[in-house]
């Protein structure tokens, strides 16, 4: 079955410092991947999307950005941490077919200090 | 753009209640509706899907029903269990309907069932 994993859990950082969180894939090739947020009070807000490796869009200006080097490897990243950075990470995937269903990693909440 | 409302919490109930959790959504395109949830640390999991107006999807006693006219998708349960106690999301497809991974999600809805 397909499987994300997302790490870390949780994760307290400065501003001004960067970031990397991490999320690989098991189960499937070739997925489109995904990186939402959940600020505080709000629903999950779709960040970047990814058709396959090196293919990145952005669906919302911000301070963070993502990379595929790997085909099962998604990153989210950013050089210099913003309060406003603050939330709830989750990362998703999806099979080539459209009849399939997304599936989800068990997120990473952030918290910029 | 796209958007859904969804019931704000927190919901506390006691076990055997019955639970709505409303849900609606902005009515561009054909989009698939659904509901998500996510149990203490884990991630998020498909609870039910419709993907077209007057479908009903069910699972572990859930169910809800994608209504074209209210534009809504309210979850429902007859008989709450502890079990039940998780983060709810709702949640619609994108402009097309045919990407299940790009996703609208609603706040999302805690909900504490107690014995």
């Not at chain 1, 595929?68 to 603050?86: A, N, T, V, W, Y």
Request: charged share 15%.
């Amino acid at each position: 079955s397909q499987t994300i994993h997302q790490w870390p859990a949780t994760l307290v950082q400065p501003v001004g410092s960067p970031l990397s969180l991490e999320c690989t894939v098991e189960g499937t090739s070739n997925p489109n991947l995904y990186w939402y947020r959940q600020a505080a009070g709000r629903g999950l807000q779709l960040l970047f999307y990814s058709v396959g490796i090196g293919q990145i869009s952005s669906e919302v200006p911000q301070n963070l950005s993502a990379s595929r080097p790997q085909d099962r490897q998604f990153i989210l990243s950013s050089k210099k941490l913003l309060l406003s950075d603050s939330g709830f990470y989750l990362c998703a995937g999806h099979g080539q077919f459209m009849n399939t269903e997304a599936f989800f990693g068990q997120g990473t909440r952030l918290t910029v200090v | 753009g796209d958007s859904v409302t969804q019931m704000e919490g927190p919901v506390t109930l006691s076990e055997e209640a019955f639970l709505t959790i409303n849900c609606t959504y902005t009515a561009t395109g054909y989009p698939s509706l659904f509901w998500y949830v996510q149990y203490p640390g884990e991630g998020l999991q498909l609870l039910l899907k419709a993907t077209k107006a007057d479908d009903k999807g069910s699972n572990k006693g859930f169910e809800a029903t994608y209504r074209k006219e209210t534009t809504s998708f309210h979850l429902e349960k007859g008989s709450v269990q502890v079990s039940d106690s998780a983060v709810y999301f709702c949640a619609r497809s994108n402009a097309g309907g045919t990407s299940y991974g790009k996703l609208t999600f609603g706040q999302g809805t805690i909900l504490t069932v107690h014995p």
